[in-house]
Every structure is written in C-alpha cells, then in structure tokens.
C-alpha cells in the first residue's frame, strides 16, 4: 500500500513541474471572431489621450466662456446713459441770457457802452443849458437805478435755478453710482461737469451784473461831482454868475 501511494505521489509531482504543452485546437470561424485580445499597453494609451482630449475640450469650453463674459462686459461698458440733463441746463443758461438781454439803458454791448459814456458820463460842457445839464443828470440817475435793478434780477434767476441744479445733480449722482460700464460712468461724470459749467455760468453772469450796477454808480458819483464843478465855475464867472431881479411875494400889486 505504501508502495503505491509513494508512486501516486511522484507521479502527481511530475505532472506539476512538467511544462504544459499547449494543444492547438481548431474552432470554427464564428468562435475565433468572438475571442477579444486585451493589450493593456494599448488600453492605457487609449486611456491617456482620451484623458488629454477631454482636457482640451474643457480648456476649448472655459475658453468660450472667458469670451462670452468679455463681450458681455464689452457691452455694458458701452452701453449709453439712458439720462441727459442737457435740456434741462440749457434751459437754465437761456434764463440767465435773457436776464443780461433785459439790461436796461446800456447793455451789455461795448458800442452802446462807449457812446453813454462819451455823451453823458465824463466831461461836462460848460456851454451845456441848465435844462441839458439837468436832464443828463436825471438819465444818469436812470442808468444807475436799471443797473441795479438788473443785478437783483439776474440774482433772483439764479437763486431760482438752484432749486433745479439741485435736482440734476442727485439723479446724476444716482445714475453713476448705478452705471453698469465705463462709458455710463464717463456720461454721468460728464453731466456733472455741464451742471457745474451752468453753475459757473450763472456766478459769472452775477459777477457781470454786480459789476455793471457798481460801475454805473461809481460813473454817476464821478460825473456829478464834475457837473457840480462846472456849475460853480460857472456861477462864478464875471458877467454869467447870479443876477438879482424884482420878486414878487403873494401876489402885492396885481390888484
């Protein structure tokens, strides 16, 4: 019984460490189409530019985006302000022309200035009738009292137009602080500038005003005082002074 178990046992272990001869075996043609031969050496290639393709779409699809975000942004940053303030600024300035338009006497004009200035401010004339002298005296007073007239008027345009600016002034804020792009916030700022530009515009026009009052007083002031030298030289002037007469009181000796 040994014996044979011993021989049993070889013979197992032969089979064991003996190589395995591959027998071919002949199949038909459906089952060799039907075998799949796996080459991982292949399957991680494959696997690998898959991998890399993949890649570049996305990088193709954030591109894209990265695009459709900056016309986008291009967009808006040349969208137009849906707001103009111009009108309304012109429309201010208009007011404030029309107000230095309306001066009285002498105008804002440089002829009409020179020619005032040459017939009633300066020198008086000493063959001027008392009528004439009296008469240049009242017009002169005239110029003076328009002047200032104007001045209050143009000041009281521009007090009005304050109430306005203050209004174009909070929606131009607004509006640039809610700008959705730069050419928005570039008009809105602009605006401002022409409702400071209208601003100034009304501040040179009462400085021009204030200054047309003052110089027609201090014009007055200058040419009364030469009339009153005149007169008195005139008054004391042998032969053309003051000459007595006959006066009459209540009417003595008409009865």
Excluded at 129 to 136: N, P, S
Excluded at 145 to 162: E, H, S, T, Y
Excluded at 225 to 243: C, D, I, K, N, S
Aim: aromatic share 4%; net charge positive; charged share 15%.
């Amino acid at each position: 019984m040994k014996s044979r178990q011993s021989r049993a046992r070889r013979f197992a272990a032969a089979l064991m460490v003996a190589p395995v001869v591959a027998v071919p075996m002949i199949l038909p043609q459906p089952a060799l189409a039907a075998w799949i031969v796996y080459d991982p050496s292949n399957y991680a290639q494959n696997l690998l530019t898959a991998a890399r393709t993949l890649e570049q779409i996305n990088n193709q699809i954030t591109s894209l985006q990265n695009e459709a975000q900056m016309l986008i942004n291009q967009a808006r940053n040349l969208a137009g302000l849906p707001y103009s303030s111009l009108q309304q600024l012109q429309q201010n300035v208009e007011r404030t022309k029309q107000l230095l338009g309306q001066a009285q006497n002498i105008a804002f004009n440089v002829g009409q200035i020179d020619q005032a200035f040459q017939t009633k401010y300066g020198n008086v004339s000493l063959s001027a009738t008392e009528a004439q002298l009296v008469a240049d005296a009242r017009s002169r007073w005239q110029n003076t009292v328009g002047g200032l007239q104007d001045a209050m008027r143009v000041q009281a345009g521009a007090v009005g137009n304050i109430e306005t600016n203050r209004a174009e002034m909070v929606e131009l804020v607004g509006r640039s602080q809610g700008a959705t792009g730069a050419l928005q916030a570039t008009q809105a700022g602009n605006q401002l500038l022409a409702l400071q530009s209208q601003q100034l515009s009304d501040l040179i026009a009462l400085m021009a005003a204030n200054g047309r009052a003052e110089a027609l007083t201090e014009a007055e002031r200058a040419t009364a005082a030469e009339q009153g030298r005149v007169q008195r030289q005139r008054f004391l002037t042998p032969g053309t002074g003051y000459q007595p007469g006959n006066a009459r009181m209540f009417n003595i000796g008409n009865n």
